[in-house]
């Protein structure tokens, strides 16, 4: 059986990115841990996202979790020198990523498609709020905006109210597209020999993600009403309270689950035959039968006795946490990782990969790799092939 690989599959590659927020730090924050070496590109006030809050011993939560491990080079392309310094950057980079405001970069030379036409084997990597072009393209992009504007959150919140998904989930979403999109362009690259141009953009990834009420709405007979903690097509799929005062979702895949959760869980096996509950679809028609009936249970059980039963019948349930139980999950994964003089243990990697290192880099402070980058960089022949654009397999 062959080994283990322990070297990272980007090692050796360079990103820069001209990045700030969540998006685009988020999809090379992935790229770094793959290997690649990452030098952020920040104007001389930095990230406004170093800004955000001070959760993280001082740090912004935002920042310590998306730029880890890269390196910080304070830079403004408006000035010659900079932009010669970032012209000579790009021409020794594998991958050139950025979510600047529409406009920005074109005006000063560095778009995507300037780029490669100078470097033809660059990959370009734009990640915008509603594209490139159209309409909608100027509309600034922040994450609860497009939360709204794609109607996530009109699906989202209780029947009073529409609810934003407690996370930036567009933000998101469209970095790990775009990890996904660069991956796939180096490795074309690394077919044809040419680099790619790939763009993402926040309305896409949450257009993509609401495909399924669209195509209800569109075709259907109209998008699912907003449903807080229940399922609008599967039922019994929704949160219960329990006799002391927690919350349990139970999930109702078949019949063969009803019918165990009938006789071992409510410990009624007539209902198994109740014709009003004869098919998940005669149970969502009486969705409000059904609940009272799984109330006038669970309320007379705590959430321990629940659970057990629920464990007997192999029923699929969670319980509703708040963030301090998630903190203390027996499914968490945590890595260290050193923010200035404390050692915090942040969320590991949602991928497990054989080289992992069980520990989390630290993330740069502002400038803090400027010297050595300029330094580095202050040749005027790194410019002049871009030789160290490899392939996946160099």
Partial sequence: MAEHPTNRPLEGMTIVSLEQALAAPLCTARLAELGARVIKVERPEGDFARGYDRAANGMSSYFAWTNRGKQSLVLDFKRPEDAALLERLVARAD??????????LERAGFDS????????RLVTCDITGYGKSGPAASLKAYDMLVQCESGLAGISGSAEACGRIGVSICDIGAGMNATIAVLAALAQRDRSGCGLGVSVSLFDAAADWMTVPYLHEVYGQGAPARQG???PSIAPYAAYPTGDGGEVVISIQNEREWASFCTTVMQQPALVADARFASNNLRVQHGEQLDLEIAE????LSTAQLLDRLAAGQIAYGQVRSVAEMAAHPALRTWPMPVGDQMLQMVAPPVRY??????????PSLGADSAAVRMEFDTPDALATGVRQGSLHE
């Avoid at 054989?354 to 993330?363: E, L, V």
């Fill in 95 to 104: 991958v050139f990523v950025q979510n600047l405001a529409p406009g920005a």
């Fill in 113 to 120: 498609a300037s780029l490669r036409q100078r470097h033809p």
């Fill in 229 to 231: 903690l229940r399922h």
């Fill in 297 to 300: 249970v669970f309320t007379t």
């Fill in 354 to 363: 054989p080289w992992d290192a069980g520990n989390h880099p630290a993330a």
